[in-house]
Protein backbone atom coordinates (compact mmCIF):
# COMPACT_ATOMS: atom_id res chain seq x y z
CA UNK A 1 0.00 0.00 0.00
CA UNK A 2 1.59 3.20 -0.89
CA UNK A 3 1.35 6.30 0.77
CA UNK A 4 -1.75 8.40 0.70
CA UNK A 5 -3.22 5.28 -1.66
CA UNK A 6 -6.64 4.28 -0.22
CA UNK A 7 -7.17 0.67 0.06
CA UNK A 8 -10.36 -2.33 0.64
CA UNK A 9 -10.30 -3.79 4.01
CA UNK A 10 -12.42 -6.24 6.18
CA UNK A 11 -13.54 -7.51 9.40
CA UNK A 12 -15.14 -10.91 10.12
CA UNK A 13 -17.13 -11.16 13.27
CA UNK A 14 -18.29 -14.66 13.67
CA UNK A 15 -20.20 -16.29 16.32
CA UNK A 16 -18.76 -19.22 18.06
CA UNK A 17 -21.47 -20.31 20.47
CA UNK A 18 -24.94 -22.04 19.82
CA UNK A 19 -26.67 -18.68 21.20
CA UNK A 20 -27.56 -15.37 20.25
CA UNK A 21 -25.06 -12.35 20.79
CA UNK A 22 -25.95 -9.24 21.39
CA UNK A 23 -24.65 -5.24 21.56
CA UNK A 24 -21.69 -6.38 19.97
CA UNK A 25 -19.24 -3.70 19.83
CA UNK A 26 -15.55 -4.03 17.55
CA UNK A 27 -13.55 -1.81 18.85
CA UNK A 28 -10.26 -0.70 16.71
CA UNK A 29 -7.80 0.90 18.99
CA UNK A 30 -4.02 1.79 18.86
CA UNK A 31 -4.31 3.19 15.46
CA UNK A 32 -0.49 3.98 14.21
CA UNK A 33 -0.33 5.75 10.68
CA UNK A 34 -3.83 4.66 9.83
CA UNK A 35 -6.59 6.74 8.47
CA UNK A 36 -10.38 5.37 7.84
CA UNK A 37 -12.49 6.46 4.93
CA UNK A 38 -16.12 4.64 5.31
CA UNK A 39 -17.29 1.63 6.38
CA UNK A 40 -20.46 -0.50 6.22
CA UNK A 41 -21.55 -0.91 8.55
CA UNK A 42 -20.84 2.99 9.51
CA UNK A 43 -18.16 3.22 12.20
CA UNK A 44 -18.12 6.15 15.11
CA UNK A 45 -14.65 7.47 16.46
CA UNK A 46 -13.81 8.47 19.90
CA UNK A 47 -10.91 9.63 21.72
CA UNK A 48 -8.96 8.26 18.76
CA UNK A 49 -10.50 4.52 18.69
CA UNK A 50 -13.35 3.18 15.83
CA UNK A 51 -16.04 1.43 16.96
CA UNK A 52 -18.60 -0.48 15.08
CA UNK A 53 -22.19 -1.30 17.01
CA UNK A 54 -23.75 -4.74 16.03
CA UNK A 55 -26.97 -5.25 17.70
CA UNK A 56 -27.05 -8.61 17.67
CA UNK A 57 -25.16 -11.98 16.00
CA UNK A 58 -27.53 -15.48 15.66
CA UNK A 59 -25.67 -18.27 16.62
CA UNK A 60 -23.10 -19.46 14.46
CA UNK A 61 -23.68 -16.23 12.58
CA UNK A 62 -20.79 -13.93 10.82
CA UNK A 63 -21.21 -9.99 10.41
CA UNK A 64 -18.49 -8.97 7.86
CA UNK A 65 -17.26 -4.85 8.42
CA UNK A 66 -15.98 -3.11 5.32
CA UNK A 67 -14.17 -0.70 5.34
CA UNK A 68 -12.04 1.94 2.86
CA UNK A 69 -8.69 3.71 4.56
CA UNK A 70 -5.18 5.21 3.93
CA UNK A 71 -1.59 5.31 5.65
CA UNK A 72 -0.50 8.87 5.84
CA UNK A 73 3.18 8.33 5.71
CA UNK A 74 6.13 5.41 4.96
CA UNK A 75 6.92 2.72 7.47
CA UNK A 76 3.60 0.46 8.88
CA UNK A 77 0.37 0.87 9.73
CA UNK A 78 -1.26 -0.98 12.82
CA UNK A 79 -4.09 -1.40 15.00
CA UNK A 80 -5.70 -3.45 17.41
CA UNK A 81 -9.40 -5.30 17.35
CA UNK A 82 -11.09 -6.60 20.46
CA UNK A 83 -14.86 -7.53 20.37
CA UNK A 84 -17.45 -7.47 23.42
CA UNK A 85 -20.80 -8.63 23.70
CA UNK A 86 -23.31 -7.75 25.98
CA UNK A 87 -26.71 -10.50 26.26
CA UNK A 88 -29.65 -9.13 27.64
CA UNK A 89 -31.15 -11.38 30.40
CA UNK A 90 -34.47 -11.47 31.43
CA UNK A 91 -37.07 -13.28 33.82
CA UNK A 92 -40.31 -13.46 34.24
CA UNK A 93 -41.64 -14.38 37.82
CA UNK A 94 -45.18 -15.69 38.06
CA UNK A 95 -47.33 -14.11 40.75
CA UNK A 96 -50.33 -16.24 42.17
CA UNK A 97 -53.15 -15.04 44.26
CA UNK A 98 -54.94 -17.98 45.87
CA UNK A 99 -58.87 -17.44 46.98
CA UNK A 100 -60.27 -19.62 49.25
CA UNK A 101 -64.65 -20.19 48.80
CA UNK A 102 -65.74 -21.80 52.03
CA UNK A 103 -69.76 -23.77 52.03
CA UNK A 104 -71.10 -24.97 55.06
CA UNK A 105 -74.59 -27.22 54.72
CA UNK A 106 -76.51 -28.74 57.80
CA UNK A 107 -79.70 -30.95 57.89
CA UNK A 108 -82.37 -28.29 58.44
CA UNK A 109 -84.80 -30.01 60.17
CA UNK A 110 -85.03 -33.29 62.38
CA UNK A 111 -87.45 -34.67 64.86
CA UNK A 112 -86.11 -35.79 68.01
CA UNK A 113 -82.39 -35.05 69.44
CA UNK A 114 -81.72 -38.65 68.91
CA UNK A 115 -81.77 -38.47 65.27
CA UNK A 116 -78.28 -37.58 63.63
CA UNK A 117 -77.16 -34.13 62.36
CA UNK A 118 -74.90 -34.00 58.97
CA UNK A 119 -72.89 -30.72 58.83
CA UNK A 120 -70.96 -30.56 55.59
CA UNK A 121 -68.06 -28.61 54.82
CA UNK A 122 -66.82 -27.75 50.99
CA UNK A 123 -63.59 -25.83 50.96
CA UNK A 124 -62.01 -24.39 47.64
CA UNK A 125 -58.79 -22.55 46.20
CA UNK A 126 -60.90 -20.64 43.27
CA UNK A 127 -57.76 -18.53 42.59
CA UNK A 128 -54.13 -19.50 41.28
CA UNK A 129 -51.27 -20.93 43.07
CA UNK A 130 -51.51 -22.92 45.97
CA UNK A 131 -53.35 -22.43 49.15
CA UNK A 132 -50.93 -23.89 51.85
CA UNK A 133 -51.91 -25.32 55.31
CA UNK A 134 -55.76 -24.54 55.22
CA UNK A 135 -57.82 -25.33 58.36
CA UNK A 136 -61.48 -24.90 58.35
CA UNK A 137 -62.89 -23.98 61.99
CA UNK A 138 -66.39 -24.23 63.32
CA UNK A 139 -67.83 -23.37 66.59
CA UNK A 140 -71.09 -25.08 67.20
CA UNK A 141 -73.67 -23.63 68.98
CA UNK A 142 -74.45 -24.20 72.37
CA UNK A 143 -76.88 -27.56 72.80
CA UNK A 144 -75.14 -29.50 69.58
CA UNK A 145 -71.48 -31.36 69.57
CA UNK A 146 -69.86 -33.69 67.41
CA UNK A 147 -70.56 -37.76 67.53
CA UNK A 148 -67.73 -38.39 69.56
CA UNK A 149 -68.98 -35.12 72.15
CA UNK A 150 -66.66 -32.17 70.81
CA UNK A 151 -68.26 -28.57 70.22
CA UNK A 152 -65.42 -27.30 67.64
CA UNK A 153 -64.80 -28.38 64.68
CA UNK A 154 -61.06 -28.03 63.21
CA UNK A 155 -60.17 -29.78 59.74
CA UNK A 156 -56.61 -29.58 58.48
CA UNK A 157 -57.20 -29.58 54.78
CA UNK A 158 -53.85 -29.04 54.15
CA UNK A 159 -52.04 -27.83 51.12
CA UNK A 160 -55.20 -27.27 48.00
CA UNK A 161 -53.95 -26.16 44.41
CA UNK A 162 -55.98 -24.24 42.38
CA UNK A 163 -59.12 -25.00 41.27
CA UNK A 164 -59.40 -28.16 43.91
CA UNK A 165 -62.12 -28.83 46.26
CA UNK A 166 -62.50 -31.01 49.71
CA UNK A 167 -65.58 -31.75 51.04
CA UNK A 168 -65.93 -33.29 54.51
CA UNK A 169 -69.08 -34.81 56.30
CA UNK A 170 -69.55 -34.94 60.05
CA UNK A 171 -72.38 -35.93 61.92
CA UNK A 172 -73.94 -34.38 64.92
CA UNK A 173 -76.51 -34.12 67.51
CA UNK A 174 -78.85 -31.77 69.29
CA UNK A 175 -79.11 -32.06 73.06
CA UNK A 176 -82.22 -30.01 73.36
CA UNK A 177 -85.06 -28.61 70.79
CA UNK A 178 -84.59 -25.42 69.24
CA UNK A 179 -82.58 -24.05 66.59
CA UNK A 180 -79.17 -24.40 66.12
CA UNK A 181 -77.33 -22.31 63.74
CA UNK A 182 -73.25 -21.43 63.29
CA UNK A 183 -70.66 -19.92 60.41
CA UNK A 184 -67.68 -21.55 59.41
CA UNK A 185 -64.20 -19.93 58.94
CA UNK A 186 -61.34 -21.06 56.42
CA UNK A 187 -57.75 -19.84 57.01
CA UNK A 188 -54.47 -20.62 55.32
CA UNK A 189 -50.80 -20.06 55.54
CA UNK A 190 -50.85 -18.24 52.53
CA UNK A 191 -52.96 -15.65 53.14
CA UNK A 192 -56.83 -15.64 52.13
CA UNK A 193 -59.36 -16.76 54.63
CA UNK A 194 -63.34 -16.87 53.72
CA UNK A 195 -66.44 -17.31 55.42
CA UNK A 196 -69.32 -19.85 55.10
CA UNK A 197 -73.00 -18.96 55.58
CA UNK A 198 -74.87 -19.66 58.94
CA UNK A 199 -77.56 -22.74 58.01
CA UNK A 200 -79.96 -23.28 60.78
CA UNK A 201 -80.96 -26.85 62.15
CA UNK A 202 -84.42 -26.66 63.44
CA UNK A 203 -84.68 -29.87 66.02
CA UNK A 204 -88.58 -30.57 66.75
CA UNK A 205 -90.39 -32.63 69.68
CA UNK A 206 -90.62 -36.29 67.83
Do not use: H
Amino acid sequence: VRVGQEYDGSIEVKNLTDVELQNIVVNLDNLSNVQFISSSPEWTRKNGEVRWDLPLLPASGTEVIRFRAKAMAAGSASNCLSVTYANRLCATTSVVEPQLQLAKSATPEVCGTCTDITLTYAVRNSGTGVARGVVVKDTLPEGLVLRDGRTAVELQAGDIAAGVERIYNLSAQAKRRGTFTSAAYATSESGPTAQSEAPATVVRQP
